[in-house]
């Protein structure tokens, strides 16, 4: 049974940065695609990042095209998420999930909150 978890929200300045981790665990990390999500208080959850990890292919949506970066760290089965220039519509809960093709979402991990204030 494959697992997920993520670290790394807070409080952030607008303008600032943070940097999101997902690890996964119990399954071949190399199998998989992974992908970063948000939703927004009153809003659908919706596609930030997707990368698959065998190859490094990558996905951003525009809101956060040149922004964030996406990157796989193969030794300690960790994705992060680097998000820079963060602005107030950034704040949201943050999810990571295993993803298949077309980074659509199977397994989710719990979700990390990012706040970003003016």
């Known amino acids: 049974e494959v697992q997920v978890e993520e670290s790394g929200g807070g409080l952030a300045q607008a303008g600032g940065s943070l940097r999101l981790s997902c690890v996964t665990s119990?399954?071949?990390?190399?199998?998989?695609?992974i992908g970063w999500f948000r939703q927004a208080p009153g809003k659908e959850r919706k596609a930030v990042a997707c990368?698959?990890?065998?190859?490094?292919?990558?996905y951003y949506s525009d809101p956060v095209k040149a922004r964030f970066i996406i990157s796989v760290d193969r030794a300690r089965n960790t994705v992060f998420l680097q998000m820079n220039n963060l602005k107030r519509e950034d704040t949201a809960v943050y999810y990571c999930?295993?993803?298949?093709?077309?980074?659509?979402?199977?397994?989710w991990g719990q979700g990390t909150q990012v706040t970003v204030v003016s």
């Open positions: 999930a295993v993803v298949g093709p077309s980074c659509v979402p199977h397994i």
């Open positions: 119990g399954d071949t990390f190399s199998d998989h695609g």
């Open positions: 990368v698959t990890v065998d190859d490094g292919f990558t």
